[in-house]
Nanobody, 123 residues
Framework: QVQLVESGGDSVQAGGSLRLSCGLS????????MGWFRQAPGKEREGVAR???????TYADAVTGRFTISKDNAKNTPELQMSSLNPEDTAMYFC?????????????????WGQGTQVTVSS
């Protein structure tokens, strides 16, 4: 059974940084495109960064230049480095695994999801 467990969420001041990790068990990360999503209260879930099996990376416009997605195949862990955080980044952050061939931010294409880790940015 594939499981994803996020960690690294915290409360930080605006301008701060955080590094989120996502432990994948029950399979190997090389089989999936991985995505990081976030959902703020009252808002829809949105994709912020994704990385293909081969390493191609895409960012949402809102985080380009501030967030960096990476994956460590040896550790079976995708990560999201976030810097220059602002209050608009406050949300629950989720990692997800896409076993298909469609490379997208659309959540319905992602097969496995973690439970999320909370990021709160205060001004």
């Amino acid at each position: 059974q594939v499981q994803l467990v996020e960690s690294g969420g915290d409360s930080v001041q605006a301008g701060g940084s955080l590094r989120l990790s996502c432990g994948l068990s029950g399979s190997t990360i090389s089989r999936y495109s991985m995505g990081w999503f976030r959902q703020a209260p009252g808002k829809e879930r949105e994709g912020v960064a994704r990385i293909r099996r081969g390493g191609v990376i895409t960012y949402a416009d809102a985080v380009t230049g501030r967030f960096t997605i990476s994956k460590d195949n040896a550790k079976n862990t995708p990560e999201l480095q976030m810097s220059s955080l602002n209050p608009e980044d406050t949300a629950m952050y989720f990692c997800a695994a896409n076993s298909g061939l469609v490379y997208t931010f659309r959540p319905e294409f992602y097969t496995y999801w973690g439970q999320g880790t909370q990021v709160t940015v205060s001004s």
